[in-house]
């Protein structure tokens, strides 16, 4: 009978992810509560106590799933509100926590990849302006050096900042995320990327001078932008335009230094070559249609995942790592998952996912490592509980945890470093004339 296996790397990463907000729960300082609490997201959700990481013991049970995953890395993020609730006021005891979570990670094997920004902003900086305003840099760096000082020996690899150009879309166009007491809207959005660039840059540096040899990057957003017809010229064209300004303007302004038009002009002290990794969060494909503002225009017959949220597009990610070797970095996908409250998707979409990082692997390019998005179901912005990321089922109303089929696949290729037909066989037949097209399934 065939037995075909797809090896990694011996060294390869096996990661999960999660971030603050997403599974700490009463993250009451920073801009998101109050906005939830105004009935702003998906059928008046809230975030609450979300999957109880403020419980340490919580968060290390859920950690300890993890490592019998036989992962060897867990992403998440520290919350700014909660490290400096009032402006110049640290809380010893909230890094002390986050201290003690780091601790307990090296103890159960996980390296720890920490985001120092990942969509949450402390209330008092929103009422500054926050990235509206020049004053967010020096606070950016300080309350950086802070958490370095305090975790630094504990964080081999950190993300300054999550998403900037998600982060400026669902905030300055689409308008979901907490709106600031200030216009939003373009022009607001595009100064406030070049205040990402700058944030960046200055943690980047607060990084390297304490730890020189701590791996900093960012966790960049790369959708796979399709045009809606390839035949239709303007379609192209459109979908050119995106992936310039969406994929790859921020891109270039860490290797060069200079801010790219529309976001601003001119050279950004410290942001020449101000990255040691690529970090690639990838979702799905989006088709761009001429005229049309969204991407959300998939042909009729696509499957999508739960709310509409995007399809299994596994070529999409190869094509991503591709465009990603440019910057002759290490590459590690720092996000990749699938909403899917059932279980009925994400078995395949993690099978023919890795199968495209195996490929890449193959043909040497750089990726050196992978986190699951996400580690358990937790509270996901503007869309609520209505989508779950989990590997881990959660129910937020009893807290109660599951593991998922596709935690228990997830497992099996941590462990075994590989892909097999085995595998396919008993979580995806359905996958099999992709994923080993000469097997004996597909000759009967
Ligand atoms: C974000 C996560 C989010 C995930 C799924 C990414 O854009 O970094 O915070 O939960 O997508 O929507």
Redesign the pocket.
């Known amino acids: 009978m065939t037995q075909a296996t797809f090896n990694f790397p011996a060294d390869f990463l096996w990661g999960t992810a999660t971030?603050a907000h997403?599974v700490e729960g009463h993250n009451q300082n920073n801009d998101w509560w109050p906005w939830e609490q105004a009935g702003h997201i998906l059928k008046g959700h809230t975030s609450g106590a979300a999957c109880n990481w403020w419980d340490l013991e919580t968060a290390l049970r859920d950690l300890d799933t993890a490592v019998s995953l036989g992962t060897k890395a867990h992403r998440l993020s520290v919350e700014w509100s909660r490290i400096e609730p009032e402006p110049s006021v640290f809380d010893q005891h909230a890094l002390d926590q986050y201290r003690a979570l780091l601790e307990g990670m090296h103890q159960r094997g996980l390296e720890p990849m920490v985001t120092l920004h990942?969509?949450t902003n402390p209330q008092w900086l929103v009422a500054k302006g926050d990235f509206s305003s020049e004053l967010i840099v020096e606070y950016f760096e300080r309350y950086t050096r802070k958490v370095v000082e305090a975790l630094g020996d504990l964080v081999p690899k950190w993300v300054t900042i999550?998403?900037p150009l998600?982060y400026f879309t669902m905030r300055h166009v689409d308008k979901v995320f907490p709106q600031p007491d200030r216009p939003t809207g373009l022009r607001v959005g595009l100064g406030e990327v070049y205040r990402m660039w700058q944030c960046h840059a200055v943690a980047y540096h607060a990084i390297k001078a304490q730890y020189p040899q701590a791996q900093v990057g960012v966790?960049k957003?790369f959708p796979y932008f399709a045009p809606r017809n390839p035949r239709n010229p303007l379609d192209v064209w459109q979908r050119n335009l995106l992936w310039r300004y969406f994929n790859d303007s921020w891109m270039q302004g860490m290797v060069t230094g200079r801010a790219q038009w529309p976001f601003g002009r001119g050279t950004i002290k410290g942001l020449k070559d101000s990255f040691d990794f690529v970090g690639v969060?990838y979702?799905s494909r989006y088709f761009v249609q001429f005229g049309k503002l969204g991407t959300a225009v998939w042909p009729p017959e696509t499957r999508l995942s739960d709310g509409g949220?995007g399809e299994n597009y596994p070529d999409g990610l190869f094509e991503i790592i591709k465009y990603a070797t440019q910057f002759k970095k290490p590459i590690y996908i720092t996000?990749n998952?699938i909403?899917d409250q059932a279980d009925k998707m994400r078995p395949a979409y993690l099978l023919r996912h890795l199968r495209q990082v195996w490929q890449a692997v193959c043909f040497n390019f750089p990726v050196m490592g992978y986190y699951h998005?996400?580690l358990i179901d937790?509270f996901?912005?503007d869309?609520g509980w209505t989508?779950r990321?989990g590997l881990i089922e959660m129910d937020p109303e009893t807290q109660a945890r599951q593991l998922r089929p596709s935690g228990q696949l997830y497992g099996e290729i941590c462990r075994t470093n590989s892909l097999s037909y085995s595998m396919v066989e008993r979580y995806a037949i359905d996958q099999m004339p992709h994923l080993f097209p000469d097997s004996k399934l597909q000759r009967r």
Do not use: D
Request: a negative charge; glycine letters at 4%; charged letters at 15%.
């Open positions: 971030a997403h990942h969509f999550n998403e998600v966790a957003n969060n979702y949220y996000e998952g909403p998005w996400s937790n996901e912005w869309r989508q990321f």
